[in-house]
């Protein structure tokens, strides 16, 4: 935030406040030797040469209360200054609830600094209310679906206060908005792991709900990722599902060439080598044939990578063969 | 404004110029960092170390920034000897005396504590003057019931990014009896994600910066083996695939220099950065670079930052390019002030 104090002509220094004239303000020391000194505006330093001294004196007073907003709209990174403020509330017995309008001003400021995100949550478990929480989150995720700040906050008060009940709906939302949108995959995954469960109905749901996705868009990390995260529930593996299974041929089949495909045929090949079950559509040839278009066509920035895979395969194709040799001789 | 014929090489003399301005006065636009000075700090100290510059500090100004430093220092509480809010603060806006009952205002962060050490060994600074055992107190007393830390005891939030800070405390103080490894491992383990990304907390978004302190924190502290074989080549994937041409922070957001650090290093850990293309990787961080006035910023022709300009030089110098010191991936510090803290680590092994 920028320090637009030179500009705020209706301002007055508290050093030329009457009803501050009892307290002597405390400037910074920093000491006979500063390095990257920030040249602050006067307001900033009269402001916080007022902090300091109420901090140091510890006075519990509204003007301190006022004070600390003041201090805050200069700089809300200050964590000091929202300690101080929020050991000033609970010994005024301040109104939370105005603290909680308040902080949600702020937050819209500065929706993405941490320090503004714990107040309100500090908040929040002072009063035991979380009923204001998913429309605050929401609100800072429409202006930003990917910002941090506002799905952890999200994600503590669902889990704390037990808030999933329509979460689904407001991520099927944020995916049909943008379906590339990994924060909502997350939080898709994140309601079925705490509230919906993976049961065999639910994960085959989850998977029908998923390839529809990948079929919309075929180059989409969030969804491919997501649907190896959904059959992480299903036993039979990654492999195990028949839908999966021809959904994947029939887009390979039909020309689809994305690497998420591609490693995702590559990842199941590998699930029936490991397993001792191997057949002619899922084996060591073909991942490895797999793993050499991707990395002389389809996926060259990661060619290295794919090479290093194809010769993961051929040595376990070697070990296979070798073993395979041994039992018949 | 950046002509791309000349933005292929390391605009070096504006780099040094451009963290020689930051160490020493800045502009009052940079308000928000007024608690977090140590750290501009770092990036400007660590920028010029990693460009082979730190003979361009002047001697005088060298002992400057370490006086400095030291007065940051939060020292056992003088009543009571409590230890529990010892580390550096990240600038004297709150050095001030309280009274005993006063003094959580006056308290140590972990950001502050690692990059003020950081800057010590990059100084070549003997840490004579540390209070090592309060410092290792002062870390003990933030680690959390879920394995986490907190930044400061002056609340705060806790998540990954103070435990990697606290990991690399202990490291450099040869000294783990305020960290609990075991604790530390488990949170770390239970924010992997069903993408193998590793997030700030359980169940959060996969996130390139919240891999990294993970992962540097459990190469710190020998811990790489509780990883699975199935997560090691999960994570190594969902890393590589952070690659565009530089590298992205989570799937599907743009691309950003900071990234061709935190994701190169998490995979350096991994043993894997050989697998990135380094040419796509490196040309993306030169379009950033400012060749004019030194600085590389986040995206091409957007504002440039200390941290940006630090991290993007580490970036270049963990694919090895010319004119940079090696970087240790996991403590984000040259290998000089690296092998200067190991000759440290055998003087305390020597007087204990």
């Keep these: 935030m920028s320090d637009s104090g030179d500009s705020d002509i209706a301002w007055t220094f508290y050093k030329d406040r009457p009803e501050w004239s009892d307290i002597t303000p405390v400037p910074e020391d920093d000491g006979p030797t500063p390095v990257v000194v920030i040249a602050h505006s006067e307001k900033f330093e009269d402001v916080y040469n007022y902090f300091r001294a109420v901090l140091q004196k510890n006075e519990i007073s509204e003007r301190a209360l006022h004070l600390t907003k003041d201090a805050v709209e200069l700089n809300p990174a200050n964590y000091t200054v929202w300690q101080y403020r929020r050991d000033l509330l609970k010994e005024l017995g301040a109104d939370l609830r105005s603290e909680l309008d308040y902080v949600e001003s702020v937050i819209k400021q500065s929706p993405k600094n941490y320090q503004v995100w714990h107040h309100r949550r500090v908040l929040v478990e002072w009063l035991q209310d979380s009923s204001l929480e998913l429309e605050l989150t929401g609100d800072a995720l429409l202006q930003d679906p990917k910002n941090y700040h506002a799905w952890q906050h999200r994600q503590w008060a669902m889990k704390t206060f037990g808030l999933f009940e329509n979460e689904m709906d407001f991520v099927d939302n944020l995916i049909t908005d943008d379906v590339r949108n990994n924060s909502a995959w997350n939080q898709r995954y994140f309601v079925m792991n705490n509230h919906l469960g993976w049961s065999d109905l639910n994960v085959q749901k989850e998977i029908c709900y998923t390839l529809e996705k990948i079929k919309f868009v075929k180059n989409n990390e969030s969804a491919w990722n997501y649907l190896r995260g959904v059959l992480l529930h299903d036993k039979r593996g990654l492999g195990g599902n028949a839908v999966v299974l021809s959904c994947c041929e029939e887009l390979y089949k039909n020309r689809c060439r994305s690497p998420y495909l591609m490693g995702f045929i590559i990842d199941i090949c590998d699930e029936a080598i490991k397993k001792g079950e191997t057949n002619s559509i899922y084996c060591a040839d073909r991942a490895i044939e797999l793993c050499q278009a991707l990395a002389t066509k389809y996926d060259k920035i990661r060619s290295k990578y794919w090479n290093y895979l194809s010769e993961n395969f051929k040595k376990a194709k070697y070990i296979e063969n070798g073993s395979a040799n041994n039992i018949h001789v | ?352």
């Excluded at chain 2, 400057?64 to 009543?79: D, G, M, S, T």
Aim: negative net charge; proline residues 2%.
């Design chain 2, 1 to 352: 404004m950046m002509n791309n014929e000349e933005n292929k090489n390391l605009a070096h003399r504006q780099h040094v110029k451009y963290f020689m301005r930051f160490l020493n006065v800045l502009p009052s636009s940079l308000s928000s960092h007024d608690t977090t000075r140590v750290t501009i700090a770092y990036f400007s100290v660590s920028g010029l170390d990693v460009l082979g510059s730190i003979s361009s500090v002047s001697i005088e100004q060298q002992s400057r920034i370490i006086e400095w430093l030291y007065r940051l220092q939060v020292h056992p509480n003088k009543q009571n000897g409590d230890m529990s809010a010892c580390g550096f603060q990240g600038s004297s806006t709150v050095n001030i005396e309280f009274d005993s009952e006063q003094n959580h205002y006056r308290c140590g962060h972990l950001a502050m504590t690692y990059t003020g050490l950081c800057i010590l060994l990059a100084l070549g600074d003997d840490l004579s003057r540390l209070n090592r055992q309060a410092l290792i107190e002062g870390v003990k007393a933030l680690q959390t019931e879920e394995g986490n830390f907190s930044a400061t005891l002056s609340g705060c939030e806790s998540d990954m990014r103070f435990v990697y800070c606290a990991a690399c405390i202990s490291y450099i103080l040869n000294d783990w009896s305020g960290f609990n490894i075991k604790r530390a491992t488990e949170y770390i383990i239970k924010s992997i994600s069903y993408d193998y990304g590793i997030a700030q907390c359980p169940e959060l978004e996969s996130h390139g910066g919240t891999t990294y302190c993970a992962l540097a924190t459990l190469s710190l502290t020998n811990q790489l083996d509780k990883l699975t074989l199935d997560q090691i080549e999960g994570l190594k994937r969902w890393l590589l695939y952070r690659q565009i041409d530089g590298f992205q922070g989570r799937p599907n957001k743009p691309v950003d220099t900071c990234y061709s650090f935190w994701v190169g290093a998490s995979l350096k850990i991994l043993d894997s950065l050989h697998l990135t293309n380094y040419a796509n990787n490196r040309s993306y961080v030169y379009e950033t670079q400012d060749c004019v006035v030194g600085g590389f910023s986040k995206w091409p022709d957007t504002c440039t930052d200390p941290m940006h300009t630090y991290l993007g030089l580490a970036g270049l110098s963990l694919i090895g390019e010319n004119g940079l010191l090696e970087i240790v991936p996991t403590l984000n510090i040259t290998k000089r002030a690296h092998d200067h803290l190991k000759t440290l680590h055998e003087k305390w092994a020597c007087e204990s």
